[in-house]
T-cell receptor
């Protein structure tokens, strides 16, 4: 089925470890996003890529890096995980004109101990 | 900067009853408005959107929302709730500042419980 695929679905890290969250979309969307979801705080934008070859910081970028590998793939890297990064991470994509709305992946639940 | 408020953290309704979820926004002009639904363990799914025209918009799964400029509101409604509607609902506001990139802000969500 067409959509946004995120891997892994679950991950437990120790403080200081690194990892990369993968995201791929097959809808030929130009824009891709990484959000984190925490209880009572809604979704907060970490980084986005308005088009292939560009990336920009969102609301909460500290501690994260991203790579727009090609039009389909947008990865999120935690270089040195901290307990404050325990969260559910969502990747989303959209047409260049965001007014059409986002298509979300099913999320990665990350726990940092 | 825009903001979104969903005043109800949790709502419980009986199956078959009507539903209204509240959403208020703050922005100087008319923004783009969205409602998303999130089932447990899933990502968010777009229910409906508004950006111009008729202020009553229809979405998927029998939902509708009405934009009221005078009240800065975009409330979500459904005439008869089904048990499968139990989920968390997010209102979102999109604005396009100069520079062209649309900034989307999500509310904190309303969790809907449906009782038999």
């Amino acid at each position: 089925n067409a959509g946004v695929t995120q891997t892994p679905k679950f991950q437990v890290l120790k403080t200081g470890q690194s990892m990369t969250l993968q995201c791929a979309q097959d809808m030929n969307h130009n824009s891709m996003y990484w959000y984190r979801q925490d209880p009572g705080m809604g979704l907060r934008l970490i980084y986005y890529s308005a088009s292939e070859g560009t990336t920009d910081k969102g609301e909460v970028p500290n501690g994260y890096n991203v790579s727009r590998l090609n039009k389909r793939e947008f990865s999120l890297r935690l270089e040195s995980a901290a307990p404050s990064q325990t969260s559910v991470y969502f990747c989303a994509s959209s047409e260049a004109r965001e007014i059409f709305g986002y298509t979300f992946g099913s999320g990665t639940r990350l726990t940092v101990v | 900067a825009q903001s979104v408020t969903q005043p109800d953290i949790h709502i419980t309704v009986s199956e078959g009853a009507s539903l209204e979820l509240r959403c208020n926004y703050s922005y100087g002009a008319t923004p783009y408005l969205f409602w998303y639904v999130q089932s447990p363990g899933q990502g968010l799914q777009l229910l409906l959107k508004y950006f111009s025209g008729d202020t009553l918009v229809q979405g998927i799964k029998g939902f509708e929302a009405e934009f009221k400029r005078s009240q800065s509101s975009f409330n979500l409604r459904k005439p008869s709730v089904h048990w499968s509607d139990a989920a968390e609902y997010f209102c979102a506001v999109g604005v396009t500042p100069s520079g062209g990139y649309q900034k989307v802000t999500f509310g904190t969500g309303t969790k809907l419980q449906v009782i038999p």
